[in-house]
Each structure stands twice: as C-alpha cells, then as structure tokens.
C-alpha cells in the first residue's frame, strides 16, 4: 500500500528512534514533572522536536497533539480529536521514558495520524530491536523489521485466561487515586499463564496486535500512550473496551485489548476485582 503520509509518518519514527538512541548510548539529563516518579528526559524533548519538524514542513496546515509540548496547530480549544475536515498527529515521543532513564532497554516513539472518527494511521518504532509497527486504517496492520517490509499482524486466539501472557501498567498518579491498579493485578496474577509489567504502553499494544501478548489493561492513560497501538490492535482483529466493559474510544484514559476469545475472560476478571476491591 502506498501512503505519502504513512511514508511521512514511518520516516519521521525512524529519525527520532536514532536521536533516542544516540541519547540512550550517551549523556542525557533527567527532571521531574507532576511528581518525583513522573520523569522527563532531553532525549523525550529532542525526539519529539525532531518529529514535530519533520511532520510540520509537509502539513503546516495540520495541528498537533504532543507529549511534551501539548496542542498545537489552528484548534484553540483541547478536544483529543480533530473538527471534521481537520488532520491531527498525536505524538509520544519516548514511551518508556522510566525504562530510558534507568537503561532498560524497551521504549519506542509513538504517531498517529487522526481524523474525526480516530485514528486513520499509527506508526511504534522500537529503536532497540529495529522493529516498526504499522497500520491503517482498514488495510491491516504489520511489523517492519530494520525497514524492511514484513509479516500482516494478527492477535493471538487463547481460549483460557490460564494460557495467556497478559500485560499492565501503572501510572504515575498511581498513589494519589482509589485506580491503583493493585486489585486488579492481585486478581488477574494468579489466574493467567503470566503478568508483564515492561513499561512501555504503546508496546504493550502493539505486542498484543503482534500476538506476543494475549491481551493488556490499564488506567490513567493519555492520548498519545494509545493512539497508534489502539489501531493496531483493531487492525490485527483485536478489541479494545475500557474497564467497565463500554466500548473505548480516543480519550478513554483506561483500556482493556485483547483478541476476540480473551477479551470478554478478562473484562469478567477485571470486573470481579473492582466488585470485591474495599
Ligand atoms: C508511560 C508508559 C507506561 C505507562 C504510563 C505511561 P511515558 O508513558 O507508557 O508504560 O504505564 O502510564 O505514562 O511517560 O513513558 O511516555
Ligand atoms: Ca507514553
Ligand atoms: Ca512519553
Ligand atoms: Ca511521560
């Protein structure tokens, strides 16, 4: 399939994914944001200048939702979607910024192209393992390895939550909320094959489209954590609904993804903790 914008969005990953490297290999300097757990690096910032300029000399009539510097663009009020008629890129520079700060090596850069109705293309470039992750809207999804064309993704089909590699997350406003996450992951530990933790939302997503994981939940999201990985669950086969089992949409800030024989196992499972949770 060719898409200029997809080409667009592919190359501009890719670049960023080599300033994040080059970073990650050297000196970069860490701060805090909303809370000392909550980290920002010169690496989140520098990728993302470098995505923001690649995408806005081909589509200075676009706007632009960033991690780092927010809305910008010709909206002036915050809805995560664009009007009708408008194009907006939501951009995760470094999801993973825990991860690259300590040296873990599992981060990617996140971007995804949105209409009205959501997301019409979303790219997950892992730097590390030279792994691109790409689909639009209504033609699939597949991973590109080292730039080279590869294999259409499909999600896993476990019939048993007890054959399942499941993953979560918790976020970073994680004390400060009844949403912690811990009932939830009491549950759900003891009942499936095994829980990840790796840190990095848009990869969870994008694994569970890949079928290396078997299905993902978490809270207290933002747009740019999912934007892309939600299209690529939906375009492997997979389903995404928040906690309470309505249907998920662009803004949600929890969700649950999975394929179409786990999700509605893991939903009961999920429900069940907040039932029991005190
Ligand atoms: C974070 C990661 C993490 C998730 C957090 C996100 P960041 O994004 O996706 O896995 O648990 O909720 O905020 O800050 O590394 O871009
Ligand atoms: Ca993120
Ligand atoms: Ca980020
Ligand atoms: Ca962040």
Redesign the pocket.
């Known amino acids: 399939m060719h898409d200029p914008e997809l080409a667009l969005a592919i190359a501009a990953a890719h670049a960023a994914g080599a300033v994040l490297l080059r970073h990650f290999e050297g000196v970069f300097e860490v701060e805090t944001k909303s809370s000392p757990i909550?980290l920002v690096t010169s690496a989140d910032r520098a990728a993302e200048a470098v995505v923001l300029e690649a995408l806005r000399s081909v589509h200075p009539d676009h706007s632009f939702l960033a991690?780092e510097s927010g809305l910008s663009g010709h909206d002036p009020k915050y809805t995560v979607l664009p009007g009708p008629g408008e194009l907006r890129w939501i951009i995760?520079p470094?999801?993973?910024?825990?991860n690259f700060a300590h040296g873990f090596p599992h981060?990617c850069v996140s971007i995804a192209l949105c209409d009205a109705v959501g997301p019409r293309l979303g790219v997950i470039h892992d730097p590390i393992r030279g792994e691109t992750f790409v689909a639009v809207r209504g033609h699939g999804a597949r991973l590109e390895r080292n730039a080279r064309p590869g294999r259409a993704l499909a999600v896993s089909r476990p019939e048993r939550l007890q054959q399942a590699l499941i993953a979560t997350?918790?976020?970073?406003q994680r004390a400060t909320t009844r949403d912690d996450n811990l009932a939830e992951f009491c549950r759900v530990v003891p009942r499936v094959c095994c829980v990840r933790r790796?840190?990095?939302?848009?990869l969870?997503l994008a694994y569970v489209a890949a079928g290396r994981l078997d299905g993902y939940w978490?809270y207290?999201?933002?747009p740019?954590?999912v934007a892309a990985g939600a299209l690529l669950v939906h375009e492997a086969g997979g389903q995404l609904r928040r906690l309470d089992g309505a249907p998920w949409q662009l803004g949600c800030a929890d969700v649950v993804a999975a394929g179409p024989t786990l999700l509605p196992i893991l939903l009961g499972e999920l429900r069940a903790a907040r039932i029991e949770a005190p």
Not at 169 to 172: E, I, K
Not at 198 to 202: K, L, M, N
């Open positions: 909550d991690e995760d470094l999801d993973g910024t825990t981060f997350g918790f976020s970073y790796a840190g990095s939302a848009a969870d978490e207290h999201l933002q740019w954590d």
